[in-house]
């Protein structure tokens, strides 16, 4: 059998550089059909880039980026949700029109039934009809995730998403994803907080300077590095250049 048939992502030997300056090198990874994968690193790794390389919105200088065996179509079979870090959503509409837009262009049967339980389950349901810009951050984010989320995609890749919440809805955030798991999503998680990668991935890649430092199962990390936490390897693969030792 053909393992790749398995995966839903493929990077082969991805290298991109702008101005002068490498950004990526050499980076091979796959991603299994229905698995949680924790794409791991310090801000400006590489770890963004690859994203947008992967869906098209940068060309790489050397390599593949594959989704279900093919460059990124966005008329493809792959139904795909992606929560950018930058969020962006119109900000002088409301927040149920909004939704309900986004929830039509997904091709949802009952967009606005499916728009106000979501915003119930987040406890957003009474700025229902506030505008989209007298939310704060944390509520923006919450509907933006929904919109992401709503048509469940069949692959999801979320940058970020609990940034800035506290930890009560860290943890909502975090049982509607693994619920969307659970329903067949393939997830791609780019996050710092790594309890976060600990309850939710099977697999991981942590980059450094656009390379590949880790990667492998949760448990297969721990034992190649001989920690217990991943903060702790975190810490020992970027305290290395400050010349930082870990007994």
Known sequence: MNQSAN??????????????????????????????????GSNGCGKTTTIRTLLGLYQPDSGELLIDGKKFDPNGK???????????????????DTMVYF???KGLKQPREWSM??????????????KVEKLSQGM???????????NEPDLLILDEPTK???PVNRRLLMEIIEELHQKGSTIILITHYMDEVEKLCDHILLLKNGVARASGTINEV???????SL?????????EEEGVHHE
């Open 103 to 105: 929830g039509r262009l």
């Open 7 to 40: 995966n839903i992502i493929e990077v082969k030997k991805f290298g991109i550089s702008f101005g002068g300056k490498i950004v990526i090198k050499n980076l091979s990874f796959s991603v299994k059909k229905g698995e949680t994968f924790g794409l791991l």
């Open 140 to 150: 923006q984010q919450k509907v933006q995730l929904g919109i992401t989320v709503m």
């Open 231 to 239: 903060d702790q390897i975190f810490i020992d693969i970027y305290g």
């Open 78 to 96: 792959i139904k795909i949700g992606y929560l950018p870090e930058e969020r962006g959503l119109y900000k002088k509409e409301n927040v149920i």
């Open 164 to 166: 800035g919440f506290d």
């Open 117 to 130: 339980n979501y915003l119930k389950r987040v406890g957003l349901e009474d700025f229902a009809k506030t």
């Open 222 to 228: 721990r034992n190649k590095f001989h920690r217990s």
